[in-house]
């Protein structure tokens, strides 16, 4: 009767510290699919405040564009008075008519300081591209730890979600050197 007693506590442990694992790593990983969100987001940010350092180059050669410079330029402060979706959305619409704008004008895509400032964006867009691929991967492993067997059912017990993959649509952005 006392082993049998032992064996069921023995066992009643086990499952807890299995449960207490499980929780944990799901936390952990909710917690990287936060971090990874706020890093592409840094990244974007990033982007952003080059804009201005290219709006200023642009401005002595395209100055009969100059709605669409400020519009980027009122965009941007909007984007970082009130970070929204919906702002970020606009801004990146607006840096692909600004990218249009400029290979409009060959005296711009010559000029050394605009050539720094490019190749400095299309290092930007590299990190944001890599930011969301570190992000996509982190909501892949967290789902997956919610999906699987025994996993799934310690995550419906604590409530845990899975989470929805972000779609990015890269085929209109095209940063050329």
Known sequence: MEELIIVIVVFVIIIMISIITVRNNLVEKEKKIERNNSLVDVYL??????????????????????????????????????????????????YKELIILVESYPEIKASEHYLKLQKELANVENEIQASRRIYINSITDYNNLVMKFPSSIIAKLFGFKKYDLPKYDYSDVKVKL
């Not at 395209?62 to 970070?83: D, G, I, Q, W, Y």
């Open 45 to 94: 940010k990033k982007r952003f405040d080059l804009i201005p350092n290219l709006v200023e180059v642009c401005k002595g050669y395209a100055k009969h564009e100059k709605e669409t410079l400020v519009k980027v330029a009122e965009l941007r402060s909007s984007f970082n008075n009130h970070p929204t979706d919906k702002n970020r959305e606009e801004l990146n619409e607006i």
